[in-house]
RNA sequence: UGGGGCGUCGUCUAGUGGUAGGACACAGGAUUUUGGAUCCUGGUGCGGAGGUUCGACUCCUCCCGCCCCAGCCA
């Protein structure tokens, strides 16, 4: 992963990265951080900025902290700290000893409030939120001075002091930063740098009864940590003018802050808020639901960390908003699990076939590799008998043009095992074909005809006799729309939910190898999908989860004729 | 109608004055005991208009469009 620092740069942050180092601004260090809040769990928006601030310290030799943001504590909770943690990690990454808490600055930041209240760049302001909010104008009017700006500096002092003393009660007061009030950018209009709350911090305790905004907290804890390059997502753009502003004051350590164009993905959201209502509403069954595009979803969708951070490397960092093709994570994923799982066969919707010159109480041991992709992963034995299961989309009673699968008077190729024919249908009296008479022929054994015929289909299938049963939840995209926002006046993302984003198949037929599976393990089913088994898994119930299904060149062309 | 950003194939992204490249997607074809995988092939797409220049995606001017900001959230 290291390379040299005179590589050409793969993107805008890194040319500017390598001019600082070219020119030594910091000294030939690179030190980033990833700074998320503990307020919620990390998605596969965050492991963009992830691997970004972790990548790039990788590639240049450099350092990445990971530091949680905590200075709201009515959000903030210990849960999301563990989450967080462990989400990393998975992914691949590692802060060593470098775990840093804005909540551990708090002492610092007071202090550096105080200076600013000294040098008369700060006050105290009596303000309600809401006057505060009409002192401040409009986006195209300036605000209006508080009456309180004019405050001693020995007064606002006092007052300060007295706020963190826990003499008033919440709301009563602000600190304030005095810059402008006419100032084009909001953020400069004396943005509020400590509110009263009493509320009971998860790592602080009591300790505080007033608590330093993000925006007085976020810079100066960069500039604490030595942070070289501060890399944040394009919202933030607007705020560093401030950032700038209270580290000159302060005279401190200066960061530089870069700004990059977050993840957006198609067919799902990104946004904590509505992440939450699909957890909080049941739409779905938790915050690592499989559906989620939370990392913690993720993983138990059966996604490896791997193909998360060959996505992320592939999408690129620019500043230009956009919304990335859910199909190159699912291409990502594609070709990670190609190489690495074992392929196995298993029946999601049964259908039963005779073989009926096939001898009744005979049972052959059959050679099936265990990935084309990867010799060295051998072959294992797939055991072959009279009744078999094979997939009911394997038949058709009329087959449409194209379909190269089984139907009466047919033959197709068993995967490993013989030439079948099909010789009967069996219905029920609804109609609906319940069993296939077939025959096979014993020339065929592996699936290669010494005549040199061949198949144009070849079908996964399971003994009846020897199979295991499980059941499969097939995983979909949450959502129907590419932009899930886009609904009528009035209506929510919950119109664009996908009703089919899981379907739950419990009579599913696998091979006898399969009885080894572990939670965790990952399989292809043949010209299915790739598999991961679930939490709920146990040994004598084996559940699992579609990750993504293969391509499927057929549904293709069927969709194709649908649409004439 | 304030301020800050951004506009390159369908979607991302490279290119920073010298024939616009890559990935995904899509469409053909080859191959195949997974309709998988693999391998070929297929695109004039730089928001618009002027200007500078021998030459402009790159520089200048104007215009158009999109995103962000009026939390005591981050």
Redesign the pocket.
Known sequence: MTQNKTAK????IE?VIQEDLRTNKYGGRVHTRF?P?P?GYLHIGHAKAISINFGIAEDYKGLCNLRF?D??P??EKQEYIDAIRDDIRWLGFDWEDREYYASDYFDQLYEWAVKLIKDGKAYVDD???DE??EH?????EPGKESPYRKRSVRENLDLFKRMRAGEFP?????LRAKIDMAA????MRD??MY???HESHYRQSNKWCI?P???W??GQSDSIEGITHSLCS??????RPLYDWFLEQLGVYHPQQI?F?RLNL?FTVMSKRVLKRLVEEGYVSGWDDPRMPTISGLRRRGYTPESIRSFCQ????????????I??L??CL??DL?KRAP?VMVVLRPLKVVIDNYPEKQVEELDAIN???DESMGIRKVPFSRVLYIEQDDFREEPPP????LALGREV?L??AYFIKCVDVVKDEKGNVVELHCTYDPQTR???APDGR?S?????WVSAAHAIKAEVRLYDRLFVKPDPDDVEEGKDFTVNLNPNSLEILKDCYGEPSLKTAKIGDRF?F??LGYFYVDLDSSPDALVFNRTVS?????A??EK?QKRG
Do not use: C
């Open positions: 740069p793969t993107n805008f040319t700074p809040e307020n943001d200075s709201n009515m959000k303000l309600s939120a505060i909010r401040r104008g409009t986006l195209t919440d709301g009563f007061k602000v084009p950018n909001i953020n943005p509020v509110r009263i709350l608590y905004t993000y925006d907290t976020h394009l919202e933030f753009e607007d705020h700004e164009a198609s592939r999408i690129g960092v620019a500043k230009a908003d956009s919304i990335i093709d199909a190159l699912e291409h594609r070709e190609n392929r990935n084309p992709e194209k379909f190269y699968r190729r995967r490993y592996g699936g290669d061949t144009k289909a070849t079908l996964h292809q043949e010209r293969l391509r499927d060149t057929w293709k062309i194709a």
